[in-house]
Each structure stands twice: as structure tokens, then as C-alpha cells.
């Protein structure tokens, strides 16, 4: 099906605590189009892992989130550092966010794999100094 | 259970209570919010110290059906404002997280 919906997001890299407004605003559309709550929850959580991980890391980004009939996909565009090291920064436990940043209960170096244990197919596209392009999909089963 | 009745049962204090009726199954216990969203099932009671917009927020997204909050931590009145809008239950408690979660195990 070539037919499909578009929503964007900016993410506002400035404002740690606004953090999750996309996630909270693509979990209302995907309730409003009927999609099981599973499939709902698998990507609200992948979509807030990765809204945070702009916050923390790349100054903030864009979403850009595609709805098939037959899958959904999740697009993070980022201009920041970049992932000098994709294997390392996808370990469990492995993190460079700072204490402050801990202190509110993130960087607990959890977040890029819970993105794709929520997530069918998971891509890193990074460049050091020019940013990270993630894509995300989940397949809809019926 | 419900909710509700969760809450009853074990002398919770609720702070938010938009969706009483949920169910409640499962639980999970913890404070880094990534590895809640990694670990906790929807439906599950949350047993936590960390109260924050964040809180809320995680709570939400992932779907457990309430949190509950030891030690007698609180939420400021503006979260409460956030988590009943957002339909996020959320208890309260003196006991510590050992003791809720020793409590709950059984029950959910």
C-alpha cells in the first residue's frame, strides 16, 4: 500500500522535563486509529527512549513518524555529536549521560536496547560531528 | 483486582486516581526509568522512589496500572494535575519498596 500518514515532532533539546511530548502525542494518534495496545505501548516506548536520548545527548532533533497499513515507522533525526561507537553504545549498561541527568532517572544505558527490543527492525545511521538518523519498525500483525 | 481495590486492600494512599477500575497485574520494582520500560507488563504495579515529570510520563507510556510510591514520597500538586489528566494512577506509601513488594507478591 502506498497510501500512508506523516506526522513530525520537534523535539526541543533545551527542556529536559517536556521531554516525551511527541511519544504522549503519537500514543493519542495511534489510540485514536485503533492499533492494538500492545503495539501501542511497544512504540511509545521506543519513541520516548529515543526522545530522551536527543534531549541528553544531541541538543534535540525531529520525529518523523510514518503509519502504514501493515506497519509504523520511526524516523530520529539528529545534528549532534554522532555514536563515535554503534556496538558499544548499544550494551546494556553502557552510558555517557552525565549524573545530573541520572539523578532524574535516566541514563541507566538502557535506552538505544530497550528501542530495539520494542522494535522489529532497528537502524543506526551515525556520523561523529554531524549527528544520528534512527529508524524504527514495527510490523502491524493482524 | 482493581485498582481500587488494590489500593484497599493494602492501605494505599491515593494521589491520582483517574482510572480506578484498571486491573492490576504483575509488578514490577525499580527507579531507572529505562529499565521500568524494559522490564515492567502492562497492567503491572510499579513499586518506586522516583517521583518526577518523568515519572509520570514513564508510567504512562508503559502502561502498568498504577505507581505506586514508597518511603511516603509524594508527588508535587502540579504531577497530581499531570497524572489525572494523563489517566496515570498513582499510590502513596510510608512502607519502604522491600516491604510493598513482599506484600504485593500473591495478591498480583
Redesign the interface.
Known sequence: MSEFLNFHYDVDGENF?S??QA??EL?KVLRRLGFP??T??RL??AM??GEINMVIHAGGGAADVDIYEDKIVIRLIDHGPGIADIDLAMQEGYSTATDSVRS???G????L??MK?YTDEMRIDSTVGEGTTITMTVFITK | MTVKEFADRFGLKPLSLPEPDREVQGGYCGDLLSWVMGRAGADAVWITIMSNVNTVAVASLSDVSCVVLAEGVTLEDGLIRTAEEKGVNVLTSDKPAFTLASEFGGAV
Open positions: 522535563v521531554a516525551g511519544s504522549v500514543k495496545p500492545e501501542i505501548r511509545s516506548i520516548y527512549e532524574l532517572g535516566f541507566a544505558g538502557m535506552g536496547p530497550n527490543r
